[in-house]
Protein backbone atom coordinates (compact mmCIF):
# COMPACT_ATOMS: atom_id res chain seq x y z
CA UNK A 1 0.00 0.00 0.00
CA UNK A 2 1.01 3.73 -0.82
CA UNK A 3 -0.20 5.44 2.52
CA UNK A 4 -0.07 2.81 5.62
CA UNK A 5 -1.78 3.99 9.19
CA UNK A 6 1.72 3.47 10.20
CA UNK A 7 2.44 6.62 8.23
CA UNK A 8 -0.29 8.67 9.77
CA UNK A 9 1.08 7.43 13.71
CA UNK A 10 4.28 8.91 12.24
CA UNK A 11 3.24 12.31 11.26
CA UNK A 12 1.11 12.28 14.77
CA UNK A 13 4.50 11.38 16.53
CA UNK A 14 6.83 14.01 15.14
CA UNK A 15 3.48 16.87 15.63
CA UNK A 16 3.79 15.71 19.16
CA UNK A 17 7.54 15.40 20.07
CA UNK A 18 7.42 18.78 18.40
CA UNK A 19 5.16 19.90 20.69
CA UNK A 20 7.02 18.55 23.35
CA UNK A 21 10.07 20.19 21.94
CA UNK A 22 8.42 23.62 22.03
CA UNK A 23 6.94 23.09 25.70
CA UNK A 24 10.50 22.26 26.88
CA UNK A 25 11.84 25.53 25.84
CA UNK A 26 8.94 27.55 27.26
CA UNK A 27 10.41 29.39 30.67
CA UNK A 28 7.04 30.09 31.74
CA UNK A 29 5.48 27.21 32.25
CA UNK A 30 6.78 26.08 36.05
CA UNK A 31 6.25 22.30 35.24
CA UNK A 32 7.85 22.52 31.50
CA UNK A 33 10.08 19.48 31.95
CA UNK A 34 7.32 17.08 33.58
CA UNK A 35 4.51 18.56 30.50
CA UNK A 36 7.54 18.28 28.22
CA UNK A 37 8.03 14.83 29.26
CA UNK A 38 4.15 14.05 29.25
CA UNK A 39 4.07 14.73 25.68
CA UNK A 40 7.33 13.50 24.80
CA UNK A 41 6.06 9.79 25.66
CA UNK A 42 2.97 10.60 23.90
CA UNK A 43 4.98 11.02 21.08
CA UNK A 44 7.20 8.25 21.84
CA UNK A 45 4.19 5.75 21.48
CA UNK A 46 3.06 7.04 17.96
CA UNK A 47 6.64 6.72 16.72
CA UNK A 48 8.12 3.50 18.39
CA UNK A 49 4.99 1.84 19.72
CA UNK A 50 5.21 -1.15 16.45
CA UNK A 51 8.58 -2.15 18.04
CA UNK A 52 8.47 -1.15 21.99
CA UNK A 53 7.70 -4.38 23.98
CA UNK A 54 4.31 -4.33 25.47
CA UNK A 55 6.25 -4.40 28.91
CA UNK A 56 8.05 -1.33 27.93
CA UNK A 57 4.65 0.23 26.37
CA UNK A 58 3.11 -0.50 29.65
CA UNK A 59 6.02 1.57 31.64
CA UNK A 60 5.53 4.49 29.32
CA UNK A 61 1.55 4.49 30.37
CA UNK A 62 2.08 3.99 33.53
CA UNK A 63 4.83 7.09 33.57
CA UNK A 64 2.24 9.59 32.07
CA UNK A 65 -0.73 8.63 34.55
CA UNK A 66 1.61 9.34 37.07
CA UNK A 67 2.62 12.56 35.37
CA UNK A 68 -1.03 13.40 35.04
CA UNK A 69 -1.79 12.21 38.19
CA UNK A 70 0.38 14.54 40.40
CA UNK A 71 -0.44 17.16 37.96
CA UNK A 72 2.45 17.76 35.84
CA UNK A 73 0.82 19.01 32.99
CA UNK A 74 0.67 22.72 32.57
CA UNK A 75 -0.15 25.77 30.70
CA UNK A 76 2.50 27.80 29.33
CA UNK A 77 2.97 31.02 27.60
CA UNK A 78 1.66 30.70 23.57
CA UNK A 79 2.53 34.15 21.89
CA UNK A 80 -1.04 34.46 20.95
CA UNK A 81 -1.76 37.52 18.55
CA UNK A 82 -4.05 40.52 20.43
CA UNK A 83 -7.61 40.11 20.10
CA UNK A 84 -8.01 43.10 18.20
CA UNK A 85 -5.67 41.45 15.49
CA UNK A 86 -7.37 38.19 15.90
CA UNK A 87 -10.79 39.84 15.02
CA UNK A 88 -9.21 41.60 12.27
CA UNK A 89 -8.12 38.53 10.27
CA UNK A 90 -11.39 36.32 10.97
CA UNK A 91 -13.55 39.21 9.30
CA UNK A 92 -10.93 39.56 6.68
CA UNK A 93 -11.08 36.18 5.85
CA UNK A 94 -14.97 35.87 6.36
CA UNK A 95 -16.80 32.14 5.82
CA UNK A 96 -13.27 31.13 3.91
CA UNK A 97 -12.79 30.37 7.86
CA UNK A 98 -15.13 27.18 7.56
CA UNK A 99 -13.23 25.31 4.16
CA UNK A 100 -10.55 23.57 6.32
CA UNK A 101 -13.01 22.15 8.74
CA UNK A 102 -15.04 21.45 5.90
CA UNK A 103 -12.65 19.61 4.30
CA UNK A 104 -11.78 17.10 7.18
CA UNK A 105 -15.04 15.49 6.60
CA UNK A 106 -16.15 15.74 2.79
CA UNK A 107 -11.75 13.93 1.91
CA UNK A 108 -12.72 11.61 4.67
CA UNK A 109 -15.61 10.48 3.08
CA UNK A 110 -14.53 10.47 -0.33
CA UNK A 111 -11.65 8.69 0.82
CA UNK A 112 -13.47 6.20 2.84
CA UNK A 113 -16.08 5.05 -0.14
CA UNK A 114 -14.16 6.57 -3.46
CA UNK A 115 -10.78 5.51 -3.23
CA UNK A 116 -10.70 2.19 -0.92
CA UNK A 117 -10.49 0.38 -3.98
CA UNK A 118 -8.06 2.50 -5.80
CA UNK A 119 -4.46 1.13 -7.05
CA UNK A 120 -1.25 2.93 -8.75
CA UNK A 121 1.37 0.59 -9.94
CA UNK A 122 -0.46 -2.52 -8.45
CA UNK A 123 -0.39 -0.88 -5.16
CA UNK A 124 -3.57 -0.14 -2.87
CA UNK A 125 -3.44 3.77 -2.84
CA UNK A 126 -4.76 3.35 0.80
CA UNK A 127 -4.55 0.71 3.53
CA UNK A 128 -7.61 -1.20 3.15
CA UNK A 129 -7.58 -2.55 6.65
CA UNK A 130 -7.97 1.29 8.07
CA UNK A 131 -8.90 2.64 5.29
CA UNK A 132 -11.18 5.31 7.21
CA UNK A 133 -8.92 6.34 9.72
CA UNK A 134 -6.10 6.56 6.92
CA UNK A 135 -8.33 9.04 4.84
CA UNK A 136 -9.11 10.99 8.03
CA UNK A 137 -5.67 11.40 8.68
CA UNK A 138 -4.82 12.61 5.26
CA UNK A 139 -7.93 14.97 5.36
CA UNK A 140 -6.33 16.78 8.45
CA UNK A 141 -2.73 17.46 6.32
CA UNK A 142 -4.78 18.47 3.51
CA UNK A 143 -6.70 20.80 5.75
CA UNK A 144 -3.85 22.49 7.19
CA UNK A 145 -2.19 22.98 4.40
CA UNK A 146 -4.85 24.54 2.87
CA UNK A 147 -5.16 26.78 6.36
CA UNK A 148 -1.90 27.89 6.12
CA UNK A 149 -2.78 28.95 2.53
CA UNK A 150 -5.41 31.12 3.49
CA UNK A 151 -3.93 32.84 6.74
CA UNK A 152 -0.75 33.26 4.75
CA UNK A 153 1.03 31.78 8.31
CA UNK A 154 4.11 30.07 8.48
CA UNK A 155 3.61 26.18 9.51
CA UNK A 156 5.00 25.99 13.00
CA UNK A 157 2.77 28.44 13.88
CA UNK A 158 0.17 25.82 13.18
CA UNK A 159 1.95 23.83 15.58
CA UNK A 160 2.32 26.55 18.61
CA UNK A 161 -1.79 26.84 18.13
CA UNK A 162 -2.07 23.02 18.28
CA UNK A 163 0.11 23.43 21.71
CA UNK A 164 -2.12 25.88 22.99
CA UNK A 165 -4.78 23.88 22.48
CA UNK A 166 -3.77 20.78 23.95
CA UNK A 167 -1.89 22.38 26.99
CA UNK A 168 -5.48 23.30 28.06
CA UNK A 169 -7.04 20.36 27.27
CA UNK A 170 -4.07 18.85 29.39
CA UNK A 171 -3.93 14.72 29.92
CA UNK A 172 -7.72 14.32 28.84
CA UNK A 173 -6.12 14.87 25.10
CA UNK A 174 -4.82 11.04 25.80
CA UNK A 175 -8.17 9.51 27.01
CA UNK A 176 -10.25 8.13 24.02
CA UNK A 177 -7.02 6.05 22.94
CA UNK A 178 -5.98 5.11 26.57
CA UNK A 179 -9.77 3.94 26.96
CA UNK A 180 -9.80 2.16 24.29
CA UNK A 181 -7.26 0.20 24.84
CA UNK A 182 -8.24 -0.34 28.27
CA UNK A 183 -11.86 -1.84 26.45
CA UNK A 184 -9.18 -4.21 24.57
CA UNK A 185 -7.95 -5.63 28.00
CA UNK A 186 -11.06 -6.21 29.39
CA UNK A 187 -12.25 -8.16 26.83
CA UNK A 188 -9.37 -10.11 26.54
CA UNK A 189 -9.51 -10.40 30.60
CA UNK A 190 -13.24 -12.12 29.93
CA UNK A 191 -14.89 -9.35 31.30
CA UNK A 192 -17.46 -9.50 28.04
CA UNK A 193 -18.09 -13.18 28.96
CA UNK A 194 -19.12 -12.66 32.86
CA UNK A 195 -21.20 -9.84 30.67
CA UNK A 196 -22.97 -12.82 28.17
CA UNK A 197 -23.40 -14.20 31.42
CA UNK A 198 -25.30 -11.86 33.53
CA UNK A 199 -27.60 -10.70 30.48
CA UNK A 200 -28.71 -14.64 30.10
CA UNK A 201 -29.42 -15.02 33.57
CA UNK A 202 -31.77 -11.57 33.85
CA UNK A 203 -32.91 -12.00 30.34
CA UNK A 204 -34.95 -14.45 28.24
CA UNK A 205 -32.20 -13.84 25.23
CA UNK A 206 -34.57 -15.63 22.56
CA UNK A 207 -36.62 -12.69 23.14
CA UNK A 208 -34.84 -10.33 19.91
CA UNK A 209 -36.25 -6.76 21.31
CA UNK A 210 -34.92 -7.15 24.79
CA UNK A 211 -31.79 -8.55 23.40
CA UNK A 212 -31.37 -5.61 21.34
CA UNK A 213 -32.35 -3.44 24.38
CA UNK A 214 -29.74 -4.77 26.50
CA UNK A 215 -26.80 -4.10 24.18
CA UNK A 216 -27.97 -0.52 23.26
CA UNK A 217 -28.56 0.21 26.73
CA UNK A 218 -25.85 -1.66 27.81
CA UNK A 219 -23.76 0.45 25.54
CA UNK A 220 -24.77 3.35 26.82
CA UNK A 221 -24.41 2.69 30.09
CA UNK A 222 -20.95 1.27 30.33
CA UNK A 223 -19.64 4.06 28.21
CA UNK A 224 -20.95 6.23 31.09
CA UNK A 225 -18.43 4.75 32.79
CA UNK A 226 -15.55 3.99 31.00
CA UNK A 227 -15.53 7.43 29.70
CA UNK A 228 -15.64 6.44 26.05
CA UNK A 229 -17.69 3.89 23.64
CA UNK A 230 -14.42 2.70 22.00
CA UNK A 231 -14.20 1.21 25.74
CA UNK A 232 -17.41 -0.17 26.07
CA UNK A 233 -17.47 -1.68 22.66
CA UNK A 234 -15.34 -4.30 22.62
CA UNK A 235 -16.59 -5.84 26.26
CA UNK A 236 -20.05 -5.48 24.69
CA UNK A 237 -20.00 -7.08 21.57
CA UNK A 238 -18.10 -9.62 22.90
CA UNK A 239 -21.17 -10.51 25.61
CA UNK A 240 -23.81 -9.85 23.53
CA UNK A 241 -23.37 -8.56 20.34
CA UNK A 242 -21.68 -11.66 18.88
CA UNK A 243 -23.32 -14.19 20.55
CA UNK A 244 -26.78 -13.37 21.18
CA UNK A 245 -27.45 -10.46 18.30
CA UNK A 246 -25.41 -12.15 15.45
CA UNK A 247 -24.99 -15.54 16.46
CA UNK A 248 -28.27 -16.31 18.17
CA UNK A 249 -30.40 -14.08 15.95
CA UNK A 250 -28.42 -13.84 12.59
CA UNK A 251 -28.39 -10.23 12.91
CA UNK A 252 -26.66 -7.87 10.16
CA UNK A 253 -22.86 -6.99 11.90
CA UNK A 254 -22.55 -4.12 9.72
CA UNK A 255 -25.74 -2.48 11.11
CA UNK A 256 -25.04 -3.78 14.72
CA UNK A 257 -21.59 -2.25 15.12
CA UNK A 258 -22.67 1.02 13.69
CA UNK A 259 -25.85 1.68 15.96
CA UNK A 260 -24.16 0.33 18.83
CA UNK A 261 -21.11 2.89 18.78
CA UNK A 262 -24.00 5.52 18.00
CA UNK A 263 -25.77 4.05 21.67
CA UNK A 264 -22.19 4.38 23.40
CA UNK A 265 -21.72 7.58 21.96
CA UNK A 266 -25.49 8.78 23.62
CA UNK A 267 -23.79 7.40 27.15
CA UNK A 268 -20.72 10.29 26.38
CA UNK A 269 -23.11 12.92 26.65
CA UNK A 270 -24.15 12.15 30.45
CA UNK A 271 -21.16 11.38 32.15
CA UNK A 272 -18.16 13.35 33.62
CA UNK A 273 -16.08 10.41 32.79
CA UNK A 274 -15.60 11.48 29.19
CA UNK A 275 -13.76 14.61 30.72
CA UNK A 276 -12.56 16.00 26.94
CA UNK A 277 -15.88 16.42 26.22
CA UNK A 278 -17.77 17.47 28.86
CA UNK A 279 -15.32 18.98 31.51
CA UNK A 280 -12.75 20.47 29.62
CA UNK A 281 -15.51 22.42 27.28
CA UNK A 282 -17.25 23.83 30.41
CA UNK A 283 -13.61 24.91 31.70
CA UNK A 284 -12.05 26.49 28.22
CA UNK A 285 -15.31 28.03 28.45
CA UNK A 286 -15.15 29.70 32.16
CA UNK A 287 -18.93 28.17 32.99
CA UNK A 288 -19.52 28.59 36.24
CA UNK A 289 -21.15 25.27 36.55
CA UNK A 290 -18.78 22.64 35.59
CA UNK A 291 -21.62 20.25 34.45
CA UNK A 292 -23.60 22.58 32.57
CA UNK A 293 -22.56 20.94 29.39
CA UNK A 294 -23.97 17.53 30.42
CA UNK A 295 -27.05 19.09 31.89
CA UNK A 296 -27.82 20.11 28.84
CA UNK A 297 -26.74 17.28 26.49
CA UNK A 298 -29.19 14.58 28.93
CA UNK A 299 -32.14 15.29 27.31
CA UNK A 300 -30.77 14.89 23.20
CA UNK A 301 -29.02 11.84 24.80
CA UNK A 302 -31.77 9.97 25.93
CA UNK A 303 -33.90 10.66 23.13
CA UNK A 304 -31.28 9.35 20.63
CA UNK A 305 -31.14 6.24 22.91
CA UNK A 306 -34.46 5.51 22.79
CA UNK A 307 -34.72 5.98 18.46
CA UNK A 308 -31.25 3.54 18.47
CA UNK A 309 -33.38 0.99 20.77
CA UNK A 310 -35.74 0.86 17.64
CA UNK A 311 -33.65 1.46 14.89
CA UNK A 312 -31.55 -1.32 16.00
CA UNK A 313 -34.39 -3.82 16.15
CA UNK A 314 -35.99 -2.76 12.99
CA UNK A 315 -32.67 -2.77 10.99
CA UNK A 316 -30.17 -5.88 12.48
CA UNK A 317 -32.46 -8.37 11.69
Not at 68 to 93: M, P
Request: with cysteine; proline share 4%; charged share 10%.
Amino acid sequence: MIISLEYIYYVSGIFMAVIAILTLKDNSNPKRIMTAAFWGLFAISFLFGQIIPPMYMGIIVIAMAMIAGFGGVCLGSYSQETAEKRIASARKLGNRLFVPALLIPVITLIGTLGLNNVKIGGLALLDKSNVTLVSLGVACIIALLVALGLTKEKGLQSIKESRRLIDAIGWAAVLPQMLATLGALFAVAGVGQAVSNLVSAAIPVDNRFLVVFAYTVGMALFTMVMGNAFAAFPVMTAGIGLPLIIQMHGGNPAVMAAIGMFSGYCGTLMTPMAANYNIVPAALLDLPDKSAVIKAQVPTALILLTVNVFLMYFLVF
